[in-house]
């Protein structure tokens, strides 16, 4: 019943910022994992970063080595939203952009373990 919509991708300079979001309905338990995971021209898809629920009203967030000191996930369950703030992009960071969940408080960081996905959001970041 979980669905989700990526917004806010575009082309954006090296070195600059960008914030993804994410509008879920459903809507999602705040004690969903909520993930974002990005696939590059030609490559698999792959993990960015994810909120998980550790206890009431807070979260703890996990990063991939490629992004650690630059992207960091965030979400609303008020407002049922999830974002990716992006600072310090690089050309490599180009790809299409998702945003998955699933009903577990687990660490999620492979795409096989979410049952629920945006259609994307397309980031390019020039040189």
């Known amino acids: 019943q979980v669905q989700l919509v990526e917004s806010g991708g575009g082309l954006v300079q090296a070195g600059g910022s960008l914030t993804l979001s994410c509008a879920a309905s459903?809507?999602?338990?705040?004690?969903?994992?909520l993930g974002w995971f990005r696939q590059r021209p030609g490559k698999e898809r792959e993990f960015v970063a994810a909120t998980r629920w550790i206890g009431e009203n807070a979260y703890s967030a996990d990063y991939a080595d490629s992004v650690k000191g630059r992207f960091t996930p965030s979400r609303n369950n008020v407002k049922n939203m999830s974002y990716l703030q992006m600072n310090s992009l690089k050309p490599e960071d180009t790809a299409v952009y998702y945003c998955a969940a699933h009903n577990t408080i687990q660490r999620l960081t492979t795409s096989r373990e979410y049952a629920y996905w945006g259609q994307g959001t397309q980031v390019t970041v020039s040189s």
């Open positions: 459903g809507p999602p338990s705040s004690r969903y994992n």
